[in-house]
């Protein structure tokens, strides 16, 4: 009788804790196999590529740093942070040689000699005024995203870049890994004829619970009035995802221009509807991003859909799709399903390779492809009627 309460107590919950781990199985079997063979400064190539980081950011981690160790063609040099405690304690954490700290320390890492490119991992307010300093400091920029936060931003960094003839790369990193440019392909290389007239949506959920909280209280009446210079940090936090559906959305469908047909911006969302611009043809677009949302606590897909012929595409993750991903294509009722893995990399590993190669060639982005992101931004924000994001300098 005791055995039978105990298993009828325990049988749901020891289900659930199955189910949970044969759904989590494939993305444990993923991180397993991402490549772990480090390359050691000693035996890197002599013409490596050598990168100092601005910033002791997490981010940096993962970007350049993780990414560098992988790599024979890359070196990390240096890196500078504000405080010099917290520089010394970063480079000493990831065997980086050489270190600055203090008000002066970024000014120091790009006036060395032993720093080919900067990677710039500041917030993103600070991104302006450090990488026009780079660039006139003789350094080609690996920039994080989102590079700038308005056009304005934009049309500096590519007036330095034209002028001192030097990269300026942002930092995409989704664009780089082999399900996205499978995607691309599909999309603008005639790789599906019946694609030729879809239209696309782009969604970007991830449950942020202290962002739900707030937007309970705001309903219930309970939230604490903000500074305007706190809402603009919690906008430009809304900004650092919602930036992701919007260059998604414009590289893979290779538009060159996009009107917005209808934007809303509330305190932990954003969505728009927006009519693209392609090479050969019009077509619209809708995307959507939510912090607050307990309804869909994750979606970062990106579809395309052509009702007359009940023929779609649709990338899952395609923010992070060396964890899991899945690119499906339904076409008269039929489902094929494919998953680009490659050897494992991640996609800060392939970025990195990218920027290496293009650094390499001397390749400039000529097309400045951030400048239509940010130009689709501030669009975006001058519909919702909350305003563009103006220039400011430090805020820190």
Known sequence: MRLSLVVSCLGPGLALLAA????????????????????????????????????????????????????QDVLVTAVAARSESKAKSYAQQHRIPAFHGGATAYRELLAREDVDAVYVGLPTALHLEWTLAALNAGKHVLLEKPAVLSAE?????VKTMRETQLLVFEAAHHRYHPAARRFKQLMTFGGDSEMASASFDVRFSMLDPPSLL?????????????????????????????????????????????????????????SATLKLQLPNRSTTATLSMARDSWRDPFTWSISAGNRSSETSLRLQNFGFPFIWHRLDLIRNGQQTSEQLYGAGETTFEHQLGYFREAVRRGSLDKDASFLLTAQTIDLILEATGTGQFSITRDLT
């Open 214 to 270: 707030n937007s309970i209280k705001d309903t219930l009446g309970l939230s604490v009035s903000l500074s305007s210079e706190d809402r603009r940090r919690e906008r430009i936090k809304n900004l650092d995802r919602w930036w992701y559906c919007v260059d998604m959305l414009l590289w893979s469908t290779g538009a060159y221009e996009a009107e917005v047909v209808f934007a809303k911006e509330e305190r932990f969302s954003i």
């Open 20 to 71: 949970a781990l044969w759904s989590i199985w494939p993305v444990i079997l993923r991180l397993r196999r991402i490549p772990q063979v480090l390359v050691y400064p000693e035996n890197k190539d002599k013409d490596a590529l050598r990168i100092g980081i601005l910033g002791a950011s997490f981010i940096a981690r993962a970007a350049v740093i993780h990414a560098a160790d992988k790599r």
């Open 153 to 157: 931003e934009a049309h500096q960094v």
